[in-house]
Structures are given as C-alpha cells and as structure tokens.
C-alpha cells in the first residue's frame, strides 16, 4: 500500500512553528557580550533571506517558484508506505506507515533545505557555499544544490565518516564539490583538534567551526547549515505536510516518530503534525530517537551552548552535551552531534515530544529486520526511528492495541554498507557516553 501524490500538490509554503511554540524562543546570544546578537553579525554568516525566515513570526512561508520546480526535479512528492510485510513478521495488530525520503535523488531529505539555501544564496550574488556534514548526506544534498544552481560548494566533513563512507565523498565530488576530512589542517581549529589527537574522529560541532571560520576568511561565500537551526527545520516541514494529505488516504496516525541529531529529521515529518497538537485539534504522540552514544536530550541539560566545537557560533538554549562533548565514532554520523534545534528543545521542555535513545546494535538489528521485510536498506540515522517503531508495535501487540504508527525514512543506506557489515560479522560495538562536560562543570 503506498500514497503518491501529484506534482501540483507540492507545499507552496514551508510552516514555520515560531508563532505555535508553548512559549518564547530564548533568543541567540552574541558571545563576545552575552548580550542577543545583532543581525547584522548574522548576516555575514548566512545568506540575508535565511536571516529573515530565522527570526520571522510568519506562521506559513512562501515557497518560491523556482525551489518549488526543483523539489519536482529531485523526486517530490516522495512516496508515503505501508509496511505491511512488517507489521506481519512482527505479528502486531499495529499498523505501521512510512514517509519514504531515500527517493529524492540524493537518497535523503537534505535535499529539502539545500535547494532553498543555494538558491537564496545565488539570488543574492554569492558565490561560494561552506558547510559541514556528517554521514555525508548534507554534504551531498548541498553539493547537488550547488551544481542545479551554480554555487561552489567546499564541504568538511567529520572524520570518522569520511573514512567509514568513502562513496559519500566521491558522490559529493561526482557534484562538484571539494571535500576535506575534520579535522582537517585547513584551519586554525582543526589545527588545534589535531595537535590535541592526530587520530581524532572529528564530529559535526568541529566541522561546523571549520566551515565557518573558512567562511570568514571570504567575503563571497556564506555558510549553510544542515540542521538545527529554525529556516532549516522550517524548510523541511514539506515532508509532514505531504504526509498529512497522504495518511489521511488511511487513516489518522496515533504516533509519530523520527531520528534526531540535530532535529530536521524528525521537525521535518512532525512540526505540521504538531502545530494541530498545540492547537488542541489533536492528540497525538512524537517519539524523538537519539543515540545512546550522544544522548542529548536523554542526559543532556538546557542551557546555553555554542553550536559547534570551536566556539564561533552563537549561543543557543537548547539540550546539549556540552560543545566540547567527545561524540564516538558511530556510524549514524547524521546524529554525532553535541546539542539539539531550539525549537525542539522547547518541545521536549514542555514533554509534547518524547524522547528515547538506542544502541547501534540494536538500531542495526531493526534496520536489517525491516530490509528483510520491506527491501529498503535504511540509513543507520532513519533505523533509530525504526528501532522505535518496531517496539511501540511490539508494545501494541502486547497489549492488543491497533496503534497507528507513523515514522520517517530519511535516507536510504546504499552508501552506509560498511556499517552493516561490520554488524553482520559482529564487529559493530556499542559506546557507552563519554564524561558530559555539562554535568561535570567543563563547559
């Protein structure tokens, strides 16, 4: 069973939760005075129309045309699934539906964002993109981006993925986009990382500084950021209003889960669901799935925090391990990250959202399961939210409930195969967190 909607019913806008929130987003600090940064300071960072959608009160903003034509090119509307093979090897009453982002050309819903930032970007002149990535879908959405739309496009991408992910970086490469492993001794702060451990996995906190401070060096190029911050979850809302037409086909879901790194991913297929939740339309439940190995919102604090390792960011509250929080080197590198989106951590404040945290054994042992029986080789980030939905159905059959369940397949693991083979042979280790510097007073 699967729903599939026309090209005219892509989202003309993209929803933006500002307005809904329970309460005020604390606004980014300027660390230089403690103080709300300037948006001037901002501006040098990111392109100007990311700015304004950052900070706007608009509950719904306007797709432009030309993004809207590009979504159509790169596979949206993507496909909404029934995991009915699934439901019957777990033998659960639960009915189990799947937003399926692996069929964008790029394999993921990074794509989403990326098109939106590269064109804003080129409409306002500039000529070189900078960001990080993680397992290397960032990094490949925006390498695409950059070639439809005619940026150049540098990427650092963590260390431990560029050598578990090779294919990653050629990918990125095939694109058009130069690709340097972080640490890398390109800057000044993967200098510093490196001296401390020339051996050192890097992680997205690390790379995002490098990006950034490679950006300041050029008056051209802009930073563009995967996750975390409000315009990107925003622009990846598409995702839960295409799925709210197509469920609706079926039925109404009772749970609704995602992965969470930095939060697009699960902001991405929920938000839309959420505002009917703030609204009071609705009822239902949002599980956020982390790993045990950066358990951000499961043992982390909300508090201020730099966004990345080096400390060039501003400040956000938000759940964090602390920026300087050693991520090990799992391989859902899309969740190696030390803080949490704002936005989403005023909704785990406020306990809408709820979240849990997985071993990656265990969250490769629902991924191969769910091959088995949907032939979809998931990445290892969207197989959290497996591993999630594959318990509350477990939970469902226990209890002879009909639970409709809801999760988002962000990506497809083509190019994450190392990881399952090292689960397959009985290399893959779980990690236990390392020290939190939040909660020992290091940060």
Known sequence: MKAVLPDEKIPKFWYNILPDLPEPLEPPLDPETEKPIEPEKLLRIFAEE????????????????????????????????????????????????????????????????????????????????????????????????????????????????????????????????????????????????????????????????????????????????????????????????????????????????????????????????????????????????????????????YAYDYGDSGRLTPKMKMHTLGHTYYVPPIHAGGLRYHGLAPTLSVLVNHGIVKPVAYHQTEVFDAATLFAKAEGIVPAPESAHAIKAAIDIALRAKEQEEEKVILFNLSGHGLLDLKGYEDFLEGRLEDYEPKEIPVLNGLF
């Not at 993004?67 to 439901?87: D, Q, S, W």
């Not at 409409?123 to 990080?132: D, M, P, Y």
């Not at 981006?145 to 050598?163: C, D, E, F």
Request: glycine share 10%; charged share 25%; hydrophobic share 40%.
């Open 50 to 301: 990311l700015v304004k959608q950052e900070m706007s009160r608009e509950r719904y903003v306007e797709i432009p045309r030309e993004v809207r034509e590009l979504y159509a090119k790169i596979g949206r509307p993507t496909p909404l699934f029934r995991a009915t093979n699934l439901e019957k090897r777990l033998r659960t009453p639960a009915r189990i539906y799947f937003k399926y982002e692996g069929a964008t050309v790029t394999g993921s819903h990074k794509i989403n964002t990326a098109l939106a930032q590269a064109y804003y970007a080129k409409k306002q002149g500039i000529e070189r993109l900078v960001t990080e990535t993680g397992a290397g879908q960032w990094g490949t959405a925006l390498s695409l981006a950059g070639a439809l739309i005619g940026l150049r496009v540098r990427v650092y991408m963590a260390r431990a993925s560029y050598q578990q992910k090779p294919y990653r970086r050629v990918l990125m490469n095939i694109y058009g986009a130069e690709v340097f492993p972080s640490p890398s001794d390109r800057t000044e702060v993967g200098r510093r990382f490196l001296a401390e451990d020339p051996s050192h996995p890097g992680g997205l906190g690390i790379a995002i500084s490098e990006a950034i401070e490679d950006v300041l060096k050029d008056e051209n190029a802009r930073y563009s950021l995967g996750s975390v911050l409000n315009h990107v979850l925003m622009h990846q809302t598409v995702i839960g209003l295409e799925a709210k037409e197509q469920i609706r086909e079926f039925e109404e879901p009772d749970v609704i889960i995602g992965c969470v790194g930095g939060g697009s991913n699960f902001a991405g297929l929920a938000y839309p669901f959420v505002k009917d939740v703030l609204k009071g339309k609705e009822e239902y439940e949002f599980i956020a799935v982390e790993p045990k190995a950066a358990p951000t919102m499961t043992s982390g604090v």
